[in-house]
């Protein structure tokens, strides 16, 4: 089962940047989909960004322009590079993995991004 451990977030000034990191094991990671997701109090979790095996990437309008994903294979790990951050932005980050286009069950525990105004 695949198993997923995010970190990087942190309070950050609207303006800035973060750069989250989401280490995955228990998968066969180029096999897989990578994508981060997002969920704010009160909201549904959103996919955000999404890099596909061959390295295409997809966001949500919301992101575009401002977020980068990419994979790095050899350390098994997805980056989300966070620029021009809002308040908006504000949510508990989290990584998952598409295999069949079916994401994993298996949740890490996220990784809290706060954006002050």
């Known amino acids: 089962q695949v198993q997923l451990v995010e970190s990087g977030g942190g309070l950050v000034q609207s303006g800035g940047s973060l750069r989250l990191s989401c280490a995955a094991s228990?998968?066969?990671?180029?096999?897989?989909?990578m994508g981060w997701f997002r969920q704010a109090p009160g909201k549904e979790r959103q996919l955000v960004a999404r890099?596909?095996?061959?390295?295409?990437?997809n966001y949500a309008d919301s992101v575009k322009g401002r977020f980068t994903i990419s994979r790095d294979g050899a350390k098994k790990t997805v980056y989300l590079q966070m620029n021009s951050l809002k308040p908006d932005d504000t949510a508990v980050y989290y990584c998952n993995a598409e295999y069949g286009r079916a994401w994993s069950n298996n949740w890490g525990q996220g990784t809290q991004v706060t954006v002050s105004s």
């Open positions: 228990g998968i066969i990671f180029r096999n897989y989909n």
């Open positions: 890099i596909a095996i061959n390295g295409h990437t």
